[in-house]
C-alpha cells in the first residue's frame, strides 16, 4: 500500500504517471546517463586511436621484435607491424582473426 501511495501523492522520482480514470498510464523515469569519464583529468587529455598508440608502444620499446614467424625457418621477410597490430586488436577484442580479416581490406586472411 505504501509503494502505491508514493506513487499516487509524485513521491516516487523513477515513476510517471500520465492520463486519468481508466486511461491512466504510468512509465519509469530513466536518470540521464552520466559523464563517462570517472575523473576530470581525463576529459582534458586528447584521445588517439589504438593503432596510433600501438605505433607510439612499439617505438618506444620495440616489443614488435618479440614476434617471430611460426615456422622459424626460410622466412625471407620481417613482419608486417600492421598485421601484428590488426591481430593484437583482434584478440584483444575478442572478435577473432577471422572477424578482423573480413571487416579488413587486407586480402590476407587466417589460416
Known amino acids: 500500500m505504501s509503494v502505491n501511495r508514493r506513487i499516487?501523492?509524485?513521491d516516487n522520482q523513477y515513476i510517471k504517471i500520465t492520463g486519468a480514470g481508466d486511461k491512466r498510464h504510468w512509465a519509469l523515469i530513466y536518470?540521464?546517463?552520466?559523464?563517462?569519464t570517472n575523473s576530470s583529468f581525463y576529459s582534458q587529455l586528447m584521445s588517439i586511436g589504438v593503432?596510433?598508440?600501438?605505433?607510439?608502444?612499439?617505438g618506444?620499446?620495440?616489443?614488435l621484435k618479440a614476434f617471430t614467424h611460426v615456422l622459424e625457418q626460410n622466412v625471407k621477410q620481417d613482419a608486417d607491424p600492421c598485421l601484428i597490430f590488426a591481430c593484437?586488436?583482434?584478440m584483444g577484442t575478442n572478435m577473432g582473426l577471422w572477424?578482423?580479416?573480413d571487416v579488413s581490406d587486407s586480402a590476407i586472411r587466417p589460416y
Open 8 to 10: 499516487e501523492n509524485g
Open 31 to 36: 536518470q540521464a546517463e552520466e559523464e563517462t
Open 51 to 58: 593503432a596510433d598508440l600501438l605505433w607510439f608502444v612499439a
Open 60 to 63: 618506444e620499446t620495440g616489443f
Open 88 to 90: 593484437i586488436v583482434a
Open 99 to 101: 572477424k578482423m580479416a
